[in-house]
T-cell receptor, first 113, second 112 residues
């Protein structure tokens, strides 16, 4: 019940295209859903996050779509750029009772020219 | 800038030789975490401190210990590193009312 399932495992997108990464969770106590971006040799960095009381959040080229009834959320990267090539982790957090993030398994994104 | 600092960035140790990794933060956050991340995997939580209260994950090996002498510093001690402990070790912090974890750059541990 604590798992967050993430897909796809890897993704190749052409420059200018849309990258879409999907995550699903089971624990309805989760109330905070961040996405982390990680470049090789670096720590994860918070990219964008959403709470379940909204269905969509947009920051620049990055959008989270959230479907509470389906217990799914996704990251859309519009106009993907080679600099977006990184590993992306979705995560979920029960901020009320737990102090720890539950991470998805990660998606390695490669944006080609 | 407020941040999470990890030292060293790269650590090489010998099989069985104790090693200590350090983390410091200028965010004044009361929660500090240690994660282990192996290649192509998600970070795996080892333990975390809520102020001075230590919380160990059930599957964290006894070989891993931690100390938090004050709010700003946290240490990860690996008593007898094995080849399987080679990984990136990430420190993170979060505040009581801040629903975000801030990660440090990590320490890459190599075990020879």
């Amino acid at each position: 019940q604590q798992q967050v399932k993430q897909s796809p495992q890897s993704l190749i997108v052409q420059k200018g295209g849309i990258s879409i990464i999907n995550c699903a969770y089971e624990n309805t106590a989760f109330d905070y859903f961040p996405w982390y971006q990680q470049f090789p040799g670096k720590g994860p960095a918070l990219l964008i996050a959403i709470r379940p009381d909204v269905s969509e959040k947009k920051e620049g080229r990055f959008t989270i779509s959230f479907n509470k009834s389906a217990k799914q959320f996704s990251l859309h990267i519009m106009d993907s750029q080679p600099g977006d090539s990184a590993t992306y982790f979705c995560a979920a957090w029960d901020t009320g009772t737990a102090s720890k993030l539950t991470f998805g398994t990660g998606t390695r994104l490669q944006v080609t020219l | 800038d407020a941040m999470v600092i990890q030292n060293p960035r790269y650590q090489v140790t010998q099989f069985g030789k104790p090693v200590t990794l350090s983390c410091s933060q200028t965010l004044n956050h009361n929660v500090m975490y240690w994660y282990q991340q192996k290649s192509s995997q998600a970070p795996k939580l080892l333990f975390h401190y809520y102020d001075k209260d230590f919380n160990n994950e059930a599957d964290t090996p006894d070989n891993f210990q931690s100390r938090r002498p004050n709010t700003s510093f946290c240490f990860l001690d690996i008593r007898s590193p094995g080849l399987g402990d080679a990984a990136m070790y990430l420190c993170a912090t979060s505040g009581l009312w801040v629903n975000e974890q801030f990660f440090g750059p990590g320490t890459r541990l190599t075990v020879l």
